[in-house]
Structures are given as structure tokens and as C-alpha cells.
């Protein structure tokens, strides 16, 4: 494929959620970067315009839900894809999440390989960049 | 009583007394009363954040089971022998039961603090039986059994929560196929037999529950001992779910039940659940 491929931002600050999700997102042809706070996340945000987060809520440093309302409130990441990946579970942390702007939330546990089906869903691909 | 002293009579001074000390009783009483409430509220607030909190700690580390398991079978390193796949397929459906664990302990909790929203709609019940049956359409298929769904006549629509009927039915409709080697699972929907509102009955010819068991089975898990069909585990939760659920919305649920013929359960709901948003006292 000579286009670029799609890049995913994941922030989430526990190591083996964070590294097993890049790791099948990788395997699947996505370019992934990686960070571990929310701070980190907006800086990557705006510097490397991903074309979709995969957010975190409980996040030290800037929480998701204030990430996200940051994200959606700059000119440059107005329109990115934003889906939130959680271990909250209750539907008033979900509607917290959409209402800060989140385009889905998705609870954790999940397998990555529906992780994926979502992130291609949220940018209109029909198959996985690698495939 | 008051009332019931002759009025004809000044009362004497020390009825006066005793009747000032009794006001001042029950505003003390009243007084006491309000804080245990208030403190109560909070003991609820703080157990369903504990709660919340303990489901997240645990769903985060699960996160990274379900992941590196999906890695590996998912062939992302390297191809798998049959032994290996076979193995970590054990380790998928065990953090899906855990999940599951999870996920009934919070509902329960949330029961028991209160908290379920209920949402009240005109509820058809001839839908939720069949959604019902769709729901456990993999489950009917792969049981040999003679599985009945039926709506009786004189079964009219009910005012009700329809998501948490469902839930019940479809956990009662889910054990009766697991605890059922042989025979039939038959779902019906009838009038009540006493009063307004409606009953379905969820009965099977499967094992039954010992009479000791009878008691204790809507308890959190009150039935750990029994095992579905292929041995794997209830989350004992399941049972206790369903009568909370009953519970809040205004009706109830009892079980009849003879070992090794079978066990009917039945959930009684009034025809109109009134008093929405808030559990009935003892749920």
C-alpha cells in the first residue's frame, strides 16, 4: 500500500493494556504511538495528528475526560476520532465520556482484535490496513 | 391516645408532663432517626464507590489476560500447535467467567444500594419472549431438548421495565436449559392467578434442587454447588440477580422444585409498576 498508513494514538498509563494493544494494532499495519498520561497525549495529539486516540479516562498528570475536552476545543484535533478505552464500567462514567466528547466508549476488557473492528469502523476502512 | 381521653375532664398536671416528655421523645426520636438515615445514605454512597472502584482495579489487569490471550491465539506470535491453542482457549473462557463475576457482583450491589434506574414502558411480553428465545438461540441448538414459548390468552401488554424482565427471563430460561440433561424447558406468560398483573413460568424437567437448597438459592451464591452441563460454573449470582430485580420492579419470584423431576420458577409482576425510581423497602 503506498499510502501512509493510519495512525493510532493510545494513551493509557498501564503498561501491559497500553503494550498489548500496540503491539495487535502493529501486527494489523497501523503506525502506533504510545503515551502515558494525559499530558503526554495532547502533546503527541497536536504535535503528530493521529488519525484516531484511544483514550484512557483515569490517566495521572490530565485526566481523559479533560483531554478530551481539550482536544475537541483546538482548531487542529476538533475532528479527530476519539474512543475511549476503560475499565469504568458504569453507564454514568460512559455518558461522562461521551459528553466530554468521546466518538464511542469501549469498557475494558476487550480483545484487540474488537478494539480494532471499532477503530476501523471509527475511520471508515473496510479492512485492516495490513490485510 | 389523646383523642380518646374524655374531654369533659382537665387533664391532670401529670398527664401534662407526661405528654410534654412524650413530644420530646419523639423529636429526639425523629432527630435520631434523620441522622441514621443520612448516615446510612452514606455508608450506600461509599460502598457503591468501593465498589466501583474495585470493579475498575479489576477489569484493568483483566484487560491485559484478555489481550496477551487474544495476542497469542490470534497467531500474532507465530503459528500455534493444537495443545497450545486448546490451553489458551482454557485461559479465554476462565477471564470471561471472571468477567462475568464481576460484572453480576456489581449489578448486585447496585441492587441492593437502590440504585438501578428503572425505566417504565408498555412492555409487551409476547417481544420479550421472543427476544428471549433469540437470545439463547446457540444454547437451544446445542441442547437436545424440547424447548415452548407461549403467551396464554387474557395476557395483556404491562407497564413495566422491559430490559430487567428480560434479564430475568432470560437468566431463568438460561439456568433451565444448562440443569436439564433430558425432556423440556417450556416459557409461558399467563395472567396472575391472584389479582392484576401477570406471571411467567420458566419450568423444566431437568435435575431440581434439593428442598434443603430451596431456601437459600436466590442468596448470593446460594447455589455454588451446582454446575452447568458441561461442568462449567454459574456465577451463583444469577439467581439472587433475578429476585432483586423482581423486587424492584414490584414483584417477586418463587420456585417450586423436585429433584430429579424438575424445577418451575415463577416471577409474578403487577400489571402497572408504580412508585418508579425507587426499590421497595427490603430489596
Known amino acids: ?131 | 391516645m389523646a383523642d380518646a381521653r374524655p374531654t369533659t375532664e382537665a387533664p391532670s398536671s401529670a398527664d401534662v408532663r407526661t405528654d410534654a416528655a412524650a413530644a420530646e421523645d419523639r423529636a429526639r426520636l425523629r432527630e435520631r432517626l434523620r441522622r441514621q438515615a443520612l448516615e446510612l445514605e452514606q455508608v450506600s454512597a461509599m460502598k457503591s464507590q468501593f465498589l466501583a472502584n474495585i470493579s475498575h482495579e479489576l477489569r484493568t489487569p483483566l484487560h491485559a489476560v484478555v489481550g496477551y490471550t487474544s495476542l497469542l491465539l490470534q497467531g500474532v506470535s507465530g503459528e500455534l500447535g493444537p495443545e497450545q491453542r486448546e490451553k489458551l482457549e482454557r485461559i479465554d473462557e476462565n477471564a470471561s467467567h471472571l468477567l462475568m463475576i464481576i460484572d453480576d457482583l456489581i449489578d448486585l450491589t447496585r441492587l441492593d444500594s437502590g440504585q438501578t434506574p428503572v425505566d417504565v414502558e408498555e412492555v409487551d411480553l409476547r417481544a420479550v419472549l421472543e427476544e428471549a428465545r433469540a437470545e439463547s438461540e446457540e444454547l437451544i441448538a446445542a441442547r437436545d431438548l424440547d424447548v415452548t414459548f407461549e403467551v396464554e390468552d387474557g395476557v395483556s401488554a404491562i407497564h413495566s421495565d422491559r430490559a430487567k424482565i428480560e434479564q430475568i427471563v432470560h437468566n431463568l430460561l438460561t439456568n433451565a436449559l444448562e440443569f436439564t440433561p433430558a425432556g423440556s424447558v417450556d416459557v409461558r406468560a399467563r395472567p396472575a392467578t391472584e389479582g392484576e398483573g401477570v406471571e411467567i413460568e420458566v419450568a423444566d424437567t431437568g435435575v431440581g434442587i434439593p428442598e434443603e437448597e430451596q431456601g437459600t438459592i436466590f442468596e448470593a451464591f446460594g447455589q455454588s454447588e451446582r454446575h452447568f452441563h458441561d461442568g462449567r460454573a454459574g456465577t451463583g449470582l444469577g439467581l439472587s440477580i433475578c429476585k432483586r430485580l423482581a423486587n424492584v420492579l414490584g414483584g417477586n419470584i418463587r420456585v417450586e422444585s423436585e429433584p430429579g423431576e424438575g424445577s418451575t420458577f415463577t416471577l409474578t409482576l403487577p400489571q402497572t409498576l408504580k412508585n418508579v425510581g425507587r426499590a421497595p423497602e427490603g430489596t
Open chain 1, 1 to 131: 500500500m503506498s499510502e501512509k498508513k493510519p495512525t493510532v494514538l493510545l494513551v493509557d498509563d498501564f503498561e501491559p493494556g497500553r503494550e498489548v494493544v500496540a503491539e495487535f494494532l502493529t501486527w494489523r499495519g497501523y503506525e502506533v504511538i504510545t503515551a502515558e498520561d494525559g499530558a503526554q497525549g495532547l502533546e503527541k495529539a497536536f504535535e503528530l495528528s493521529p488519525d484516531v486516540v484511544l483514550m484512557d479516562l483515569s490517566l495521572p498528570e490530565v485526566d481523559g475526560w479533560e483531554a478530551t475536552r481539550r482536544l475537541r476545543a483546538d482548531e487542529r484535533t476538533k475532528e479527530l476520532k476519539i474512543i475511549a478505552l476503560t475499565a469504568h464500567a458504569l453507564e454514568r462514567e460512559r455518558q461522562r465520556a461521551l459528553d466530554a466528547g468521546c466518538d464511542e466508549v469501549i469498557t475494558k476488557p476487550v480483545a484487540p482484535q474488537d478494539l480494532e473492528e471499532e477503530v476501523r469502523r471509527q475511520l471508515g476502512l473496510e479492512k485492516s490496513p495490513g490485510d
